[in-house]
């Protein structure tokens, strides 16, 4: 492999991994302020989003449905941590991160739980989507 063909390859990863950056930042400053339109656009039309234990969620209307339930009520943080893009091609991808949400409450910030993302994501109309997300929370 010549010079010029790894850094088109790795200039093309380095391109993929920040999309999937990106989508990863959004979904968690959409579902910390509320914006349930804005989590349902950030999957394919026929995306899943799982929580593992709880509920799932396919297609857009369905997850933007299931998701209003999970509005904040009080101010909260999902810091997302530790993302491994693990497969990459020019338009799919799978991504792992570590969780941690937070609460604000009378006494301040508290983690209320940790966990981890599972991510399979595809470039969609020129954008990174969710293709299907797990959502597993750790004991």
């Known amino acids: 492999m010549s010079t010029t063909?790894?850094?088109?390859?790795?200039?093309?990863?380095?391109?993929?991994?920040?999309?999937?950056?990106?989508?990863?930042?959004?979904?968690?400053?959409?579902l910390d302020s509320?914006?349930?339109?804005?989590?349902?656009?950030?999957?394919?039309?026929?995306?899943?989003?799982?929580?593992a234990g709880v509920a799932t969620f396919e297609g857009r209307d369905a997850i933007r449905e299931g998701y209003a339930a999970f509005a904040p009520a009080q101010p909260?943080?999902?810091?997302?941590a530790n993302t491994v893009v693990t497969a990459v091609s020019e338009d799919e991808a799978t991504a792992v991160s570590n969780l941690a949400f937070f609460q604000r409450g009378e006494a301040g910030w508290a983690v209320q739980l940790v966990g981890r993302y599972d991510d399979t994501l595809l470039r969609h109309d020129g954008v990174w989507r969710f293709r299907r997300r797990i959502t597993t929370f750790l004991p």
């Open 76 to 80: 909260q943080l999902h810091l997302t």
């Open 5 to 30: 063909s790894f850094d088109a390859q790795a200039d093309a990863e380095a391109a993929v991994a920040a999309g999937v950056l990106a989508a990863i930042g959004a979904y968690a400053q959409a």
């Open 34 to 51: 509320g914006h349930t339109d804005d989590i349902a656009e950030l999957f394919t039309p026929d995306g899943v989003a799982e929580i």
